[in-house]
């Protein structure tokens, strides 16, 4: 009776731990405690002038790459695509966009740019 007892403890206790883990390691959980929800693309009002790439590091889920999407696009003149695998983005710019303000805003935000190339 001691070990029936014993074993559906740790069943309660391994399959939500067991879940929880693959979801975080698939990518369908996020690691930061945020949502998965997709950011969209923004669109630029006028022709892109300036494009950079962006070596990104420090994300690891689908909230980290949204959260560089959304706070990169609040930037004037800005609309960012993040490849989460390859932690690059690609910053196109309709307007003249300081690159150091791109470092900043990643930055601020606890990821680390490591290197920003004009394309």
């Known amino acids: 009776m001691e070990n029936i007892i014993l074993i559906v ?48 590091e420090g994300m690891h889920c689908e909230n980290c790459k949204n959260s560089v999407m959304r706070h990169l696009n609040e930037l004037d003149g800005v609309s960012v695509k993040v490849d989460l695998g390859k932690k690059k983005a690609v910053v196109s710019c309709s307007k003249p966009t300081d690159p150091e303000l791109i470092r900043n805003t990643i930055d601020q935000l606890g990821y680390e740019a490591v290197k920003i190339e004009k394309k």
Do not use: W
Request: charged residues 25%.
């Open 9 to 56: 403890i740790l069943v309660v206790i391994l399959v939500p731990a067991v879940r929880h883990t693959y979801l975080r390691f698939s990518g369908k959980k996020s690691c930061c405690g945020g949502t998965t929800q997709k950011v969209k693309v923004k669109k630029l009002d006028a022709p892109v002038i300036e494009t950079y790439d962006v070596q990104i």
